[in-house]
């Protein structure tokens, strides 16, 4: 069974960074490219950042470029996110996943304000 747990979230002043972690469960993690989510309120899911399975290849969303870095563990099955200069337009609950699985954690909610 694919699982996927975040957490890391909370809420942050602008300009102020977190740290979001992801482990996942049911695949073999190191052979597989993850990806960061995030869902704002009345907006659709949206492609945050892309690692490829030994780390070497990263995308990012042109809106968190330069201040979003994500990285990963493949010995412990764990995805990173690091959130720095953040925005309140950087609110949203953010998920992992592995395509192509159609599974979804809980989420982990990021509330930047002042």
């Known amino acids: 069974q694919v699982q996927f747990v975040e957490s890391g979230g909370g809420s942050v002043q602008p300009g102020g960074s977190l740290r979001l972690s992801c482990v996942a469960s049911?695949?073999?993690?190191?052979?597989?490219?993850m990806e960061w989510y995030r869902q704002a309120p009345g907006k659709e899911r949206e492609l945050v950042a892309v690692i490829g399975n030994v780390g070497g290849t990263t995308y990012y969303v042109d809106s968190v470029k330069g201040r979003f870095t994500i990285s990963r563990d493949n010995a412990h099955n764990t995805v990173y996110l690091q959130m720095d200069s953040l925005k309140p337009e950087d609110t949203a609950v953010y998920y992992c996943n592995a395509p192509p699985f159609a599974d979804w954690g809980q989420g982990t909610q990021v509330t930047v304000s002042s």
């Open positions: 049911g695949f073999p993690f190191s052979r597989y490219t």
